[in-house]
C-alpha cells in the first residue's frame, strides 16, 4: 500500500514562511522523481517544483527565487519550504511520486495566504 501523507500546510500572512512536508510509504523511495503540484480555487492543477532522486530540481518561474524543495532519502520525505508567500499561492497543494511507469498522489494540505 503506497502512501504519501503531505503536512504543514495552514493560514499564513503575505510575506510569510510555511514549510510542506510528505512521507512516502510503499516505494523505494530514492527511485523516484518527487514533486509539488497545487491547484488554486478555480484553476487547474500546476506543477510548482520537481526534484529527481539524485537531487536536480525544476520550479515554476511563479515560485523561483521564494520556493525550494528538497528531498531525504534517508527518511523518505520530500519538503517544499515556501518564502516571501503571497495571496496567489493560496491552493491546495499536493506531494506526487513518479518513477518505474508509476504515478502516486497524496490527498493534499491546504494553503491560505491572506491578511
Known amino acids: 500500500q503506497v502512501q504519501l501523507v503531505e503536512s504543514g500546510g495552514g493560514l499564513v500572512q503575505p510575506g510569510g514562511s510555511l514549510r510542506l512536508s510528505c512521507a512516502a510509504n510503499?516505494?523505494?523511495?530514492?527511485?523516484?522523481?518527487m514533486s509539488w503540484y497545487r491547484q488554486g480555487p478555480g484553476k487547474q492543477r500546476e506543477l510548482v517544483a520537481a526534484?529527481?532522486?539524485?537531487?536536480?530540481?525544476n520550479y515554476a518561474d511563479s515560485v523561483k527565487g521564494r520556493f525550494t524543495i528538497s528531498r531525504d532519502n534517508a527518511k523518505d520525505t520530500v519538503y517544499l519550504q515556501m518564502n516571501s508567500l503571497k495571496p496567489e499561492d493560496t491552493a491546495v497543494y499536493y506531494c506526487?511520486?513518479?518513477?518505474?511507469?508509476?504515478?502516486?498522489w497524496g490527498q493534499g494540505t491546504q494553503v491560505t495566504v491572506s491578511s
Open positions: 526534484i529527481a532522486g539524485g537531487g536536480s530540481t
Open positions: 506526487a511520486a513518479g518513477g518505474l511507469g508509476r504515478e502516486f
Open positions: 510503499g516505494i523505494i523511495f530514492g527511485l523516484y522523481k
